[in-house]
């Protein structure tokens, strides 16, 4: 199975900041790699898929990058509702995997 | 809009069989691939299995043995089946549609845009 690591696992950030999740896959995954966003009782929501698409009716304040092993999601100005917990997931060969997830705090 | 309702039973007892259905609502189902996923209490996701729009279906390793995924088109529902739980079962489930992605050349791009709200089970003696 391909791992997906993330870091930080936690990260505390004020409104407006510009924050970055990195997450590393244990191989060479090329692009397929997806953001999710997710708030407690909630289910996930899809937020970049392909490394760097920006799903609909997501603001672009979201952003994604990367290829191979390596890759980002941003965030620039947050917003109070983006304090939530964030997974990446592979889609490059089965199964798929997630990341341990990065929860995103308010400072 | 497409919507997943989910249901089944959320309270087992070890070594009984986990069920659960998700139907789907407002859109096309049998061009798609449907996902379930899993996350325990406190903890991260969990890739349960698949079954794709061609009626094959992948199964996470760990859960192989013990797992079927099945649809039924006529009623636009996907159903799990794990038998003999433990604690280790205990867990929020989702199914979730997973979205194709095809872009030139020979890159399928697959992501789960569409998810159910959940359904928590937990299994206790």
């Not at chain 1, 970049?48 to 603001?59: H, K, M, T, W």
């Not at chain 2, 406190?42 to 013990?66: A, Q, V």
């Amino acid at each position: 199975d391909i791992q997906m690591t993330q870091s930080p696992s936690s990260l505390s950030a004020s409104v407006r900041d510009r924050v970055t999740i990195t997450c590393r896959a244990s191989q060479d995954i090329t692009n397929y790699l997806n953001w999710y966003q997710q708030k407690p009782g909630k289910a996930p929501k899809l937020l970049i898929y392909a490394a760097s698409s920006l799903q609909s009716g997501v603001p672009s304040r979201f952003s994604g990058s990367g290829s191979g092993t390596d890759f980002t999601l941003t965030i620039t100005s947050l917003q109070p509702e983006d304090f939530a917990t964030y997974y990446c997931q592979q889609s490059h060969s089965t199964p798929d995997t997630f990341g341990q997830g990065t929860k995103l705090e308010i400072k | 809009q497409v919507q997943l309702q989910q249901w089944g039973a959320g309270l087992l007892k070890p070594s009984e069989t986990l069920s659960l259905t998700c139907a789907v609502s407002g859109g096309s189902f049998s061009v798609y691939s449907w996902s379930w996923i899993r996350q325990p209490p406190g903890k991260g996701l969990e890739w349960i299995g698949e079954i794709l729009h061609s009626g094959g279906t992948n199964y996470n390793p760990s859960l192989k043995s013990r797992l079927t995924i099945s649809i039924d088109t006529s009623k636009n529902q996907i159903s799990l089946k794990l038998t003999s739980v433990t604690a280790a079962d205990t867990a929020v489930y989702y199914c979730a549609r997973k979205q194709l992605l095809v872009r030139p050349v020979f890159h399928y791009y697959y992501y789960m845009d569409v998810w159910g709200r959940g359904t928590t089970v937990t299994v206790s003696s």
